[in-house]
């Protein structure tokens, strides 16, 4: 840091497996993935190839390593596991991996109707050979899960392999764990809180208010994901407190009493 401050929540240090950030790389260019890195490489964990983008992006491949030469871990999004699954391409997504060199995949049926026991056995499968992130809820606006429903699906995608469950926002934030609105679904998040433990869980939460709301939920080393490529920074000075939004959050109260 540039300088020292008392009173900053602690952050744990990369490679971490809590306080995690995703950030989701919409289509930046080589330039641009560069630039991220310079800044950004140290506050970063995943960096997600959203939805179908892969499949366009220039020199994929160089993209991939300048993310993974900054201690970056790199996915393809899920709906693309999702457009080879409707194909009957599964062995040819496995290839692809190997072919990009990556280490990480992620399962999701947000877009499709696949049943739960065989998402799990596409979970088992890749977890033999990659670090399994997989996603619970519907992209769909208004389809509603019901809480044990998450909480079951939830524990059994850990059983079967995931690293992390990605608790589903799409990249809007406004459905899955969050209503049309942007605000979230508290009852259906303090349940699913009650039953699976919190660093299990990667939070999809692109808009600023989201943010802020996890992290006084659950601390500075909540799980979170979607995060655009020019908010990682933004983020993590929320993490921290150095933002009006988190200000007071980690501050003890005799400091906060000064204010008053």
Excluded at 54 to 69: A, D, G, H, V
Aim: net charge positive; charged share 25%.
């Amino acid at each position: 840091m540039n300088f020292e401050l008392s009173h900053l929540p602690s952050r744990i240090e990369k490679p971490r497996k809590s306080g995690l950030t995703m950030m989701m790389d919409k289509g930046l260019s080589l330039r641009q993935a560069e630039d991220f890195i310079e800044q950004n490489a140290e506050y970063t964990d995943f960096v997600k190839l959203g939805f179908g983008t892969s499949y366009l992006t220039k020199s994929l491949e160089k993209k991939i390593s300048i993310y993974k030469n900054a201690g970056i871990r790199v996915y393809l999004g899920g709906t693309l596991f999702e457009a080879f699954i409707i194909r009957n391409q599964f062995d040819q997504y496995q290839r692809l991996l190997d072919k990009l060199k990556l280490d990480t995949a992620e399962v999701s049926d947000g877009s499709i109707n696949l049943a739960h026991e065989k998402k799990c056995e596409y979970i088992s499968k890749l977890a033999k050979n990659f670090t399994v992130v997989s996603e619970v809820g519907s992209k769909e606006e208004g389809f509603v899960i019901r809480p044990a429903m998450w909480i079951s699906m939830m524990k059994a995608e850990l059983q079967a392999g995931s690293f992390k469950i990605i608790a589903e926002a799409r990249e809007s934030g406004t459905v899955g764990i969050y209503r049309s609105s942007g605000h979230a679904h508290t009852l259906l998040i303090n349940k699913i809180l009650s039953t699976v433990d919190k660093n299990d869980i990667l939070w999809e939460a692109p808009q600023k208010s989201q943010q802020v709301w996890f992290i006084k939920l659950l601390g500075a080393n909540v799980n979170l994901g979607n995060i655009g490529a020019d908010d990682v920074i933004p983020l993590e000075t929320l993490r921290l407190g150095l933002r009006g939004d988190t200000f007071f959050t980690f501050l003890p109260k005799n400091l906060q009493k000064q204010a008053n």
